[in-house]
């Protein structure tokens, strides 16, 4: 009985009756080229190993290929099978058969792509060495893209990325804005502030507006430099066009605290609130770091509006925050504050002050508050033709009242982006509201 198995020397022991009912009879020549073959008997007979050259060309490449790794590996090669018969049930057949898919796995696995091997050099290279591993990589455009992207992955010094546009501008006599970008972002993750500089005067030379990242890349680099004042222009240009992150506030709100323009800093503060945008903690943290050093009556009050601010926002600080926090009242003149870690009780008593904290709980005229704003501002909105009809929201407030307080409540539109393989409408008209139950 003739089996087909690959190099790996797993073979299936079945009938060929069987096997003819779902595959068709392959020919020996047209088995590709990584098949082997294998003559086994019914019988105990020892199962040999014909030579692959005699069946099909291109496999002694593979088989040599092998024996070499195996001689380097110290290990005997793939194609010395056992001298007794396989059988599946036999002692050690599981065994076998894991070590056989390892050995298959190897085979199989694919070689690296030149993107993973793909590593900067350590040293500034010349024109001609960057020449050499662009030529050796084949395609120069995703050479350079992919060789900055190791570089700022791998924090590379910046000498190595000079060499880089060295020979980039050689080559093409300018250097793109897409490259640009990407050298800014390593000076910047690095505090290069003389290449900040650089840069940011050849794009603005070069280009009247800039995108969105370059924009927060050179606001991040140059804020906290001698030149901060220039985030600010930044940061306007942001706005003429959109509303800029709270990490470009943030940004400018540090740089004005470093030097010490404290009006600046809360009045950005106050404007990136006023836009819906939360701080990050870092940025409330270098509110009181400068506390700790400023003794004035008024900057006293706008750090305590801060905390109002944290405290009717829900925004909890985290340890580097909150110890922040405990150094600025400790440092407080006059006053004998004291501040340490504490653990909460669950009826929300502070073990350390025995006071209590606030009630999240709404009362009763609260809630009524609350319902009638989300009826009117959210459910029914300014104009009701916009969402629905008046006929239509009738009907939903009728459904709700005759019905008792619902536990849980599925938003049928994200029922339907749950599903991506169908009409996201379709699936709604499957679940018309009302009809789905839990």
Known sequence: MALFCQTSSLALRTSLKTYQMFYPILQLRQLPTVFGCLICTTSSQSAKPMDPETICKG??????????????????????????PFNVFAAGASKMRSTTQDSLTDIKKPCSSKKMILCPPEKPLSVEEWGKMIEEFGTVRKFEELMFNQMI??????????????????RQGDIGYALLVKYLTLCVSQKE???????HDIMKTRYKILETSAYSLLIRGLSSSQRWKEALSLLEE?????????????DCIKGALINQDINLACKLFYEMVAKDLIPHLDTIQAFFDTGKSVRDEQWKTKLIHILSYLRDNQ??????????????????????????????????????????????NLSSEEYSILKEKIIKDVIQGTDTFRKTTPQELEEFQTFVNKHPPFDIVIDGLNVARSFRKYNPSQTVFWLPPGKFRL
Request: charge should be positive; proline fraction near 6%.
């Open 59 to 84: 496999t002694p490449k593979l088989k040599s290929r092998e024996k070499e790794d195996d001689k380097r590996q110290g290990r005997a090669g793939r194609y010395d099978f056992s001298p007794r």
């Open 153 to 170: 992955a791998h924090q590379s010094p910046i000498d190595v990325a000079k060499s880089l546009l060295v020979a980039i501008a050689d």
């Open 193 to 199: 502030v003389e290449e900040i500089y650089d840069i």
């Open 238 to 250: 942001i706005k003429k066009v959109m509303t800029p992150s709270k990490g470009n506030y943030g």
């Open 315 to 360: 925004v909890y600080p985290g340890e580097a925050l909150m110890q922040s926090i405990n150094q600025w009242f400790v440092s407080l003149p006059g006053e004998n504050w004291k501040g340490n870690l504490t653990t909460i009780k669950n009826s929300g008593q502070c073990p350390s002050c025995n006071q209590y904290l606030e009630n999240i």
